[in-house]
T-cell receptor, first 115, second 111 residues
Framework: AQSVAQPEDQVNVAEGNPLTVKCTYSVSGNPYLFWYVQYPNRGLQFLLKYITGDNLVKGSYGFEAEFNKSQTSFHLKKPSALVSDSALYFCAVRAAPSGNTPLVFGKGTRLSVIA | DGGITQSPKYLFRKEGQNVTLSCEQNLNHDAMYWYRQDPGQGLRLIYYSQIVNDFQKGDIAEGYSVSREKKESFPLTVTSAQKNPTAFYLC??????????FGPGTRLTVT
C-alpha cells in the first residue's frame, strides 16, 4: 500500500526566510512523487514532480524538492518565502510504473508566510 | 485549473436528495478521478476511471456513483445513502507524463 505523511499541519515562516515543507512516503518499488498547491476554494495546482534522474527537482514559482531514497523523503523548499506563497501544500505519491492508478495524497500542510 | 471544468461551483441540496456533480475535460486524457476534500483530511479518492465505460471504486465509494460514457465526461452522483455529503469535491484527469490536472472544485452543502 502507498502512503504519504506530512508531519506538520502548519508551517509559519517570515517573508524572505527559507521555507521547508516536509513529506515522507511509503511505496513498494520506486516512487513517482509530486507537490501540489491549493489556494482557498480552488483546485490543486501542480508545482513539481520527481519521476527519475536528478534528485533535486525544480518547479514553478521558485520551489524545489529533493528526493532522498534512503530517508524516503521529498521535502519541498524555497530559498526566500513570499507572502503570496501562503497556501495549502500537498505531497502525493504513486508507485512506478503503475498505469493509471491514482495518486495518494498527504493530509496537507498549511504554509503561512508573515510579512 | 485549465482544461477541466466542474459545475456548479457551489451547490446546495436538502438531505435525502441525490445530486450530480459535473466534470468535463478537453485534454484528451484517458484517466479521470474524483476526490473528496474535508478540512484536516487531505484528499480522499472516491472513484476513478482509466478508460471509457470502465471505473473503479476508491477508498470512500460508499454513497456515491459515477458513469463514464464519454471520454470527456465523468459525472459524480452523491446519493442519499452518503451519510456526510457536505464537502469540497475535486475532479482530476491524468496525462501520459503522470501528472494529474485538477478542476476548480464544487462545494456541496447538504442541509
Amino acid at each position: 500500500a502507498q502512503s504519504v505523511a506530512q508531519p506538520e499541519d502548519q508551517v509559519n515562516v517570515a517573508e524572505g526566510n527559507p521555507l521547508t515543507v516536509k513529506c515522507t512516503y511509503s511505496v513498494s518499488g520506486n516512487p513517482y512523487l509530486f507537490w501540489y498547491v491549493q489556494y482557498p476554494n480552488r483546485g490543486l495546482q501542480f508545482l513539481l514532480k520527481y519521476i527519475t534522474g536528478d534528485n533535486l527537482v525544480k518547479g514553478s514559482y521558485g520551489f524545489e524538492a529533493e528526493f532522498n531514497k534512503s530517508q524516503t523523503s521529498f521535502h519541498l523548499k524555497k530559498p526566500s518565502a513570499l507572502v503570496s506563497d501562503s497556501a495549502l501544500y500537498f505531497c502525493a505519491v504513486r508507485a512506478a510504473p503503475s498505469g493509471n492508478t491514482p495518486l495518494v495524497f498527504g493530509k496537507g500542510t498549511r504554509l503561512s508566510v508573515i510579512a | 485549473d485549465g482544461g477541466i471544468t466542474q459545475s456548479p461551483k457551489y451547490l446546495f441540496r436538502k438531505e435525502g436528495q441525490n445530486v450530480t456533480l459535473s466534470c468535463e475535460q478537453n485534454l484528451n486524457h484517458d484517466a479521470m478521478y474524483w476526490y473528496r476534500q474535508d478540512p484536516g483530511q487531505g484528499l480522499r479518492l472516491i472513484y476513478y476511471s482509466q478508460i471509457v465505460n470502465d471505473f473503479q471504486k476508491g477508498d470512500i465509494a460508499e454513497g456515491y456513483s459515477v458513469s463514464r460514457e464519454k471520454k470527456e465526461s465523468f459525472p459524480l452522483t452523491v446519493t442519499s445513502a452518503q451519510k456526510n455529503p457536505t464537502a469540497f469535491y475535486l475532479c482530476a484527469s491524468r496525462d501520459q507524463g503522470n501528472e494529474q490536472y485538477f478542476g476548480p472544485g464544487t462545494r456541496l452543502t447538504v442541509t
